[in-house]
């Protein structure tokens, strides 16, 4: 149990993963799927994406909470119980980010420095929207935000770009371009 998962060496063939005989793939022993919240076993909370967390918490305001910020950030569709080394670059640094959504005023926000690299790859345009919201929201709180991004509509919504280029590689590193999204977008007018 813990998994839920036994992978079985398959000597010369790839691993075989199959569900755990002790607990059927349920990642728990059957006394602690006894208990339930609101009718539901723990293995089952864990299968619920956090779209669905958020509603089922529904009298838990800490935890909506956090779920909350997880939903900011565009990760609504990630299952509570997901391990961790399954998620994507970008969805590793948003879960990171989620964790300053909610962090309040303090001192500790105006001295931090938060970089980025393509936070919004595999985001739906709506979850890009979100995803600037909240960026936006720790800026205002004093921190300063540097992104790598590709996305126009993330750009667009930046305080300040700077363009590499002209292309990767070797022939890249060089300062193209650099202002505000508007004014660059009349330089290309031009």
């Known amino acids: 149990c813990g998994m839920g998962t036994v992978t079985l060496e398959m ?3 790839a691993d075989l993963v199959v569900a755990c005989d002790a ?3 349920a990642r728990f022993k059957p006394h602690v799927l006894e208990i339930r919240h609101r009718g539901r076993t723990i293995g089952e ?3 619920m ?3 669905d967390a958020h509603d089922f918490f529904v009298d838990q305001p800490r935890i909506r909470a956090r779920l909350a910020a997880l939903r900011a950030v565009g990760l609504g569709y990630l299952t509570l119980g997901q391990p ?3 998620l994507s670059g970008g969805e590793a640094q948003r879960l990171k980010l989620a964790s300053f959504v909610d962090e309040g005023e303090g001192e500790g926000a105006a001295r931090r420095l ?3 690299d393509e936070p919004t790859t595999g985001l739906h345009l709506s979850d890009v929207a979100r995803l600037v919201e909240v960026l936006h929201r720790i800026v205002a709180r004093g921190a300063t935000v540097v992104v790598v991004e590709h996305n126009v509509d993330f750009i667009a919504a930046a305080d300040h ?3 590499l280029g002209p292309d990767g590689g070797d022939r890249g590193g060089e300062i193209v371009a650099e202002g505000a ?3 660059l977008a009349r330089i290309d007018a031009d």
């Open 49 to 51: 994406t956090i779209d």
């Open 84 to 86: 961790a080394t399954t």
């Open 45 to 47: 909370v864990l299968a």
């Open 23 to 25: 607990c059927g793939g």
């Open 114 to 116: 938060l970089i980025f």
């Open 11 to 13: 000597h010369f063939m």
């Open 181 to 183: 999204p508007l004014a």
């Open 161 to 163: 770009v700077v363009d």
